[in-house]
Structure formats: structure tokens, C-alpha cells
């Protein structure tokens, strides 16, 4: 039909202009805080692309719902404001017969959501973490860096270098604080340089000075040293316990339906329900009137995306702290939206009208 084909061009051509703009904030935003990360030290800054990439491919399935949204609002007000959709009705055909061009254009949208929610959300966020763990746990002699000082793998020591050897093997000015065993340690040396002993690293300190003093008692050491041999290594794995549930597969969280497994199932599943019901409300809140602007029907899509996004992530921490299950949030909450919006589908296809009956029928009693 000429009528769905222009409007599946017309779709084509919002959908991927608001997609344009919408990933470009994202990846705006993920690079200002990627770069923030990096000076905190928590990333390394030579692999913020890419955890800035595997953040964004994380972001696609609520873009990508937000933006068909925005592409079938923008469009379905353009037909009404420029009395195109006059012409749909005259031809017989009322608001439900839009469901199916519709569904026709969002399905590879919708397909691609769920795909991306189901298996890309727990990949990205999975190679995400791994790489901040990555530089997080990375050896105490990695950490030290020219002129700064650095804190150990462990948290309790602080160093300070200067290198000045190509290989970082050698330096001098070192400077290393400590707290272990109840003492707080203070060794300050001219120069010091890396002795590997078998899987151990040592570091060699020359011509310097150690300073003790006990936490409890407050007695004080110095020793004063020509060589003195300072061990120091790498940091422990994180255990697999610790593994965040948005990097679980979703495999895995059906095999383990414990409440924060199911949580974040409910979220991932949800992503795909909302995309559906998104496309059924986008045709109910696009009707405007021809003399006004389309920027309340734009307004009031996105307070509703923000609603019901902000509504998924409520119930994740609901069935999360076992406050709701999971089958009753996904009915509750998906079901009531997909019922409601038909609801007002049919009412605006039939042009009911409640409120005149309802006060005709107040004014005979």
C-alpha cells in the first residue's frame, strides 16, 4: 500500500536521525565520564575507547526503544498536524489499523532490542569490568608512576619514584609509607632498583632511611641502611562471589532465580515488553490538534519513557530485596501498561466519550 510505504520512509528517515543524536549524547557523556575514571585512576587511560565503547553498546536497548518512540511520535503528529491522517480515515481505516504497518517497521527494532538486552548488556558490562579490574589489580611497581605518588594494590602502601631508566627497572628519590602489623612505616632512600627472586619482585633500596613507630605503644625506630631489600607484588583476583548480576549471562540467571538474579532477568525482559508497548502507546499520545505545535506530544513521550524506564529499574530493586516477585511485576507492570494503552487505543478508534455520558447521566438523577 502507498500509504505504508511512505510512512515506513518517513519512519526510516526519524528513526535514524533521532538514533544519530541520541548515541551521540551517550557517547558524549560516557567520554566525559570515561575521562573522569581515567584521572581517578580507575581505568587505564590508554583503554578509555574502549570502555567507552562496551558503555555505549550497554546504552543501545534503551536508545534504541527511546528513539522508534520519539520516530513514531514525531511522525503519526507531523500526519496530524499537516491533516494527512484525514486521509487514512476518509479511506475507512481508524487508529488499529496502524498497528500493523507499525509492527511492521518496529519488529527488527524490537528484535534487535532484545538481543542486545538478553545477550550484548551482560557481555558489555562483563568486558567492562574486566577491564577496570584489569588496571585495578594491576602490581605495585605498575602503579608507580614518574613524580606521583601512588597508592599499592592493597591500599595499604603509598609509593613515590623517580625512574629514569627506559626499562623502569632503576630509580632514585624513592619514597615508600605503609601501615601493616600494627606499625606505620616510613622508608625514604637515594635510589633503588627491581630484583626479580624466582616469581617474587624485590625492591632494592640504596642509601636511605626507615622510620617505625607503633600504632598502640608509640615507641619509635629509625634505621638508617645501605641496602635494604622491599618486597612487593601483585594484587589478589576478585572472587568469582563477587561478580555483579548484570554481567551474569541470562542463561545464568534462569539456571540461578535467586531475588537479585530475578531482578535483573525482570529488567532485561522488560527492556524487550516496553519496546512492544511503547510502539502501542507512540499512536494513542501522537493525535494533535492541526492548529497546534507538536512539542507537548514530544514532551509528554519522553516524561512517559522516563516514567516507565525509571518504573523498571524500581521494580529490579523491588523483586531484587524480594518486596515483589517476578511474574507479578511483569504483569502488573507490563501487562497494565500493554491493557491500558489499548484501552485508549480503542477508546480514541471508536471516539468514545466518557466524561459527556457520565454527566448527562448526573444531570437525569
Not at 565520564?33 to 587511560?45: E, H
Not at 480515515?89 to 532484545?114: D, H, I, Q
Not at 562471589?241 to 539456571?255: C, H, Q
Request: hydrophobic share 45%; net charge positive; charged share 15%.
Amino acid at each position: 500500500m502507498l500509504f505504508h510505504s511512505s510512512l515506513r520512509k518517513e519512519l526510516s528517515r526519524s528513526f535514524g536521525a533521532t538514533l544519530v543524536v541520541l548515541v551521540t549524547i551517550v557517547m558524549t557523556m560516557t567520554l566525559i565520564r570515561t575521562l573522569s575514571q581515567a584521572s581517578r585512576g580507575s581505568v587505564n587511560p590508554q583503554e578509555v575507547m574502549m570502555v567507552m565503547g562496551y558503555t555505549v553498546m550497554s546504552y543501545l536497548p534503551p536508545v534504541l526503544t527511546l528513539s522508534l518512540f520519539i520516530a513514531i511520535v514525531s511522525t503519526l503528529s507531523r500526519l496530524y498536524s499537516e491533516s494527512e491522517m484525514v486521509i487514512w480515515f476518509t479511506a475507512g481505516r481508524g487508529l488499529t489499523a496502524l498497528l500493523k504497518p507499525l509492527l511492521a517497521f518496529a519488529w527488527p527494532v524490537l528484535l534487535v532490542v532484545t538481543v542486545m538486552a538478553l545477550v550484548g548488556w551482560p557481555w558489555a558490562n562483563r568486558q567492562t569490568i574486566e577491564l577496570k579490574q584489569r588496571y585495578g589489580n594491576r602490581g605495585d611497581l605498575e602503579r608507580v608512576a614518574p613524580g606521583q605518588f601512588q597508592e599499592s594494590a592493597s591500599g595499604t602502601r603509598v609509593f613515590f619514584l623517580d625512574k629514569d631508566t627506559p626499562d623502569n627497572k632503576s630509580g632514585k628519590n624513592v619514597f615508600i609509607a605503609s601501615v601493616e602489623n600494627g606499625r606505620e612505616t616510613v622508608t625514604s632512600a637515594r635510589g633503588g632498583r627491581v630484583v626479580t627472586e624466582g616469581s617474587n619482585d624485590f625492591l632494592l633500596l640504596s642509601h636511605g632511611q626507615r622510620v617505625q613507630r607503633s600504632l598502640t605503644g608509640g615507641e619509635l625506630k629509625v634505621t638508617d641502611f645501605v641496602e635494604l631489600g622491599n618486597q612487593v607484588g601483585a594484587a589478589q583476583l576478585a572472587s568469582s562471589a563477587d561478580i555483579p548480576a548484570r554481567t551474569l549471562s541470562t542463561r545464568t540467571l534462569v539456571r540461578h532465580p535467586t531475588p537479585v538474579n530475578q531482578g535483573e532477568l525482570a529488567w532485561r525482559v522488560g527492556l524487550a515488553l516496553a519496546t512492544l508497548n511503547f510502539v502501542v502507546i507512540a499512536i494513542t499520545v501522537s493525535s494533535v490538534n492541526p492548529r497546534a505545535s507538536r512539542t507537548g506530544n514530544l514532551l509528554f513521550a519522553l516524561f512517559a519513557f522516563v516514567i516507565y524506564y525509571n518504573l523498571l529499574n524500581l521494580g529490579q530493586s523491588w523483586i531484587a530485596s524480594g518486596r515483589a516477585s517476578f511474574a507479578g511485576f511483569m504483569v502488573g507492570l507490563h501487562g497494565g501498561v500493554f491493557a491500558c494503552a489499548l484501552l485508549w487505543l480503542f477508546k480514541q478508534h471508536h471516539n468514545w466519550r466518557l466524561i459527556p455520558r457520565w454527566r448527562r447521566a448526573q444531570k437525569l438523577a
